[in-house]
């Protein structure tokens, strides 16, 4: 029984062994018949790659897709964005047409896939970037590049690459702004009769599924919207067919707000401390008040330094300037403090010599001691029985002239009272406590109107914007 059993498997493992086999020669493919094939579609006695398809008839119909894997780099001081992207080109090109050749293999091909070395060989558009600063093709570990090439002789290419494009921004807002930055393709030599691009794989695609977005995150923005559109540029060489890609960057208020508003404010909080503090402590509130504007002067130079040179006000710089003026008052507050704490010690010694003065021109209308008389100054004896408290002090009286150059006493009369100036209205005391509340307070309602406003402009500009319904969401 074992060995009939044997004799059953092994014949089993010869049929199918030999199956397996006849498959495998049906599915080789001449690779030699492939080369001659390739070969013989760029022949140059048939075929020159520095004329166009349909040389003189119809332009050449190119069709552009791209597919962003990251922005990598925003830069406001260079105005640019960086892209990281796969660009593919499709067009058609009859004269590389193998579908009705006769290969000589087993089974029909629909397209070759080969090596980017053989694209060198091929007519391809001259495409570029017209708002490019710099930009380069991936190398690792090899040339970053696709070719294929269907039977009609369409050409499908793809290629890694990372541009560099400008972008003009604009800071009004800053730091609660949005950047319309954009990537420009155009053909370099080929006009509009020469070369048409439209944006997807096929002319009947629509716009807006040419363009697709990898999930990624940028550290100062946020891509929210994109939209292509297709124009045309005219400069003196000629007419030129132009694809733009658009993008709508929404600043992040996140590293602004903790590195910048916040430190701000507790600056100019902290310059409020000298309000509090002892009208004599001048070293004290000197130094509060020099240390405060020059930490503010440092925070803005800082900030200023990593931000363009434009011409117009940005909001950030009305912030930060305002927050500046709130710290130099608070030290300006003090100065005026300290003059008039001085003016006022000055008035009061020399009310106090003026007291000391007035008393030593009084003289008593009688002697305690007939001792202490003399000639000169003859006074009168105290009686025993007078009550000194109703005897006043005499005075000189004040002498006033008349026409005959004869001194007479002046008629007595109830002095006016001085007007107090503003100066004497308003204390040192009363402006350190006024200075107390009305600089909070101030502070505050800035930072309310300020915020509230910079909030306003910013969804107002987000809404022209999206006013456009082309303008589509990235993720």
Known sequence: MARPFTLIVLLSAHLCLHVVVTQDEDSHINTQLLSSVLDRLTNRTTYDKRLRPRYGEKPVDVGITIHVSSISAVSEVDMDFTLDFYMRQTWQDPRLAFGSLDLGLSKEIDSLTVGVDYLDRLWKPDTFFPNEKKSFFHLATTHNSFLRIEGDGTVYTSQRLTVTATCPMDLKLFPMDSQHCK?????????????????????????????????????????????????????????????????????????????????????????????????????????????????MTTLITTTNNSMPKVSYVKGLDVFLNFCFVMVFASLLEYAIVSYMNKRLVLRREKRRKAAEQQQRNEMPMFNASPKAANNNNPLMEIPENCDCRTIPMMQHPRLVTDGAHTLWPAPFARPKKASKTCCQRWTPAKIDKLSRYGFPLSFSIFNIVYWLYMKYLSLNSSDKIQENDKWQQIH
């Open 183 to 295: 990537l420009e393709i155009e053909s370099y030599g080929y006009e509009t009769k020469d070369i048409d691009y439209y944006w997807g794989k096929k002319r009947t695609d629509l716009e807006i599924t040419a363009v697709k977005f990898d999930t990624f995150q940028l550290p100062q923005f946020q891509p929210t919207l994109y939209f292509v559109n297709t124009t045309k540029a005219e400069t003196s060489s000629g007419k030129y067919v132009r694809l733009a890609l658009e993008v709508i960057l929404v600043r992040n208020m996140g590293f602004y707000t903790m590195n910048i508003v916040i430190p701000s404010i507790l600056i100019v909080t902290i310059s409020w401390v000298s309000f509090w503090l002892n009208r004599e402590a001048s070293p004290a509130r000197v130094g509060l008040g020099v240390t405060t504007v020059l930490t």
